[in-house]
């Protein structure tokens, strides 16, 4: 934790002279339907952090997130069936959310940060993904 004058502007100099600064870092967010990431770009965005939803769910190509979007910082936010459906109620049979899941395994098996959004607000989500991304920054990767 910063607590005086002279850390707040040492963790400053260091953030600004970091390779991975915010504003340069290239974040992609993967996820099965439903899981927030359109929620959590836009709260990113406000902070000022750059990210994109990656439609890996979507897609045959097992490693088409890297191909396409090839980002620093790869997050994956994962949802249960029953929660997805609660959040926004898609034409979507319980088969065609796990085919989502299976099209994703690649994404999941080497995201940067994996965080499950079941149980957790739109704000839980938000401080948990910039906490990390500030860890990143900083050089403090937990």
């Known amino acids: 934790m910063v607590t005086t004058l002279e850390e707040c502007l040492s963790a400053y100099l260091l953030i ?3 390779p991975l600064k915010k504003k340069n870092l290239k974040i992609g967010i993967v996820g099965p339907c439903s899981s927030g990431k359109t929620t959590l770009i836009n709260g990113l965005s406000k902070h000022g952090y750059s990210a994109r939803h990656i439609a890996q769910e979507h897609s045959y190509v097992p490693d088409m997130w890297k191909r396409i979007a090839a980002p620093d910082i790869l997050i994956y936010l994962d949802v249960s069936y029953s929660t997805s459906m609660l959040r926004r109620p898609l034409n979507l049979s319980e088969e065609e959310f796990e085919e989502q899941n299976r099209r994703l395994s690649h994404a999941k098996k080497d995201a940067n940060y994996y ?5 957790l607000s739109v704000q839980e989500v938000l401080e948990s993904v910039t906490d990390y991304l500030k860890s990143v920054v900083t050089g403090e990767i937990k």
């Open 16 to 18: 600004e002279k970091h």
């Open 115 to 119: 965080l499950h959004t079941d149980l």
